[in-house]
Every structure is written in structure tokens, then in C-alpha cells.
């Protein structure tokens, strides 16, 4: 989820200042997602640029502008309500990556990095879990909103320890055999490099 599509969200419930904006914004994602009062209005002057924001009158005694939702910005954001997260366009996992290249990188410690990982991602995982015990058992609006980003992160979690055990697993059964230094320099001129082969995600690089 970006900003845009949050402060438009938060915007097509009544117009707002942008330190609202931002508390609104922290507050509903459990402070999953800081925002700096800066980046909101940084959003927000893009989103004035592109139509889909005007501000509501002039400027109160502090110097506060209040935002509201354009018949263009209504419409963009009941666009995206009604449109499934692409997963092609989410952000790269670095964790993936880093296993990645330490697998073709010699003098690496794979299992040690697994390892440290996997260490880390268990703590997460006892903390994520500790912070849920605390909710409420009748949550209301904004408590549910906070228990769905949390049992996001608990799922995520859980499922990363469960890949890293898999890498483990495969580690041992197929070691990773990282390509010398001097590979690609011994490869002549008029014939492809070898590429190394790898477990595909179904996703686009």
C-alpha cells in the first residue's frame, strides 16, 4: 500500500489537515507504517497536482490547510478498493535477495546467515506474539484495524521461519557451489556467460 492510496482513503471520510492525516494514518496501521509530517504533505502536493485533492478554503491561524477528495480523487480510490493488490509491483523482499547472492558467493557462510536470520525472525515472532495477547477480545473498529495488520506480520513471520527451515533443508541436500571469481573471464567473447541455475518465485525481477 502507498501513502497516496492511504491519505485518499483517510480523505474520502471528511477533509483533513495533514498532522491528522498522519495520526489518522498511525493510528489505524498500529504505527506499522510511520509517516513524517513532511512526506504527507509532499504526498499531498502531488495529489493537488494531479487533480485528485483540492484544500478546503484558505489557511486556519496556524497556518493548517485542510484537504478534501476531488470527484477525480473519489473515483481513484473507489478504484482501488475494487482492485487486488498487484503482486508483480510490491517491493523486492531483501531477505530473498541476500540469500540469493550468498549462495553464488564464495566465502560465504549460507548456513550462518540462515541461521542469524532465522534467530531474528524468532524473536520478531515472540514479540508479534506477545503484542497480540494484549488485544482485546471485543475489539472495536480501530483495535480489529490494528489486529489485521498484526496477524499480517504474525503470518508473515511464521511463514519466513518455515522457508528458512526449507533453505536449510535444501542447503544440506544440495550445496550451494558458488561460481569463481575468474568464471565469467574465462567465458570467450562470443559465447553467453552460464548462468547459474536457480529456483524460480513466479514473480518478474
Known amino acids: 500500500m502507498s501513502v497516496k492510496q492511504g491519505l485518499l482513503a483517510l480523505l474520502a471520510e471528511e477533509p483533513m489537515y495533514g498532522a491528522r492525516l498522519r495520526s489518522e494514518f498511525e493510528a489505524r496501521t ?4 510511520p509517516l513524517n509530517v513532511g512526506q504527507v504533505y509532499t504526498t499531498l502536493a502531488r495529489l493537488e497536482r494531479d487533480g485528485l485533492v483540492e484544500p478546503v478554503g484558505g489557511s486556519d491561524e496556524e497556518g493548517r490547510i485542510a484537504y478534501r477528495l476531488t470527484e477525480a480523487g473519489r473515483a ?6 475494487s482492485t487486488p493488490v498487484d503482486r508483480d509491483s510490491t517491493p523486492r523482499d531483501e531477505l530473498v535477495i541476500k540469500l540469493a547472492l550468498a549462495v553464488t558467493s564464495p566465502g560465504v557462510d549460507v548456513q550462518g546467515v540462515v541461521q542469524t536470520q532465522r534467530t531474528a525472525t524468532l524473536r520478531h515472532l515472540r514479540d508479534l506474539t506477545r503484542l497480540k495477547s494484549r488485544t482485546s477480545d471485543e475489539p472495536d473498529a480501530h483495535d480489529l484495524a490494528w489486529l489485521l495488520v498484526l496477524e499480517n506480520l504474525l503470518f508473515a513471520a511464521e511463514a519466513e521461519v ?3 527451515d526449507h533453505v536449510e533443508s535444501t542447503l544440506r541436500r544440495m550445496p550451494a557451489v558458488p561460481l569463481r571469481a575468474d568464471a565469467r573471464s574465462a567465458v570467450p ?3 553467453p556467460a552460464p548462468r547459474t541455475s536457480a529456483p524460480t518465485t513466479g514473480g518478474r525481477s
Do not use: F, H, K, M
Open 30 to 33: 498500529g504505527g506499522t507504517w
Open 76 to 81: 481513484e480510490i473507489a478504484s482501488w478498493w
Open 162 to 164: 518455515r522457508w528458512l
Open 189 to 191: 567473447d562470443d559465447e
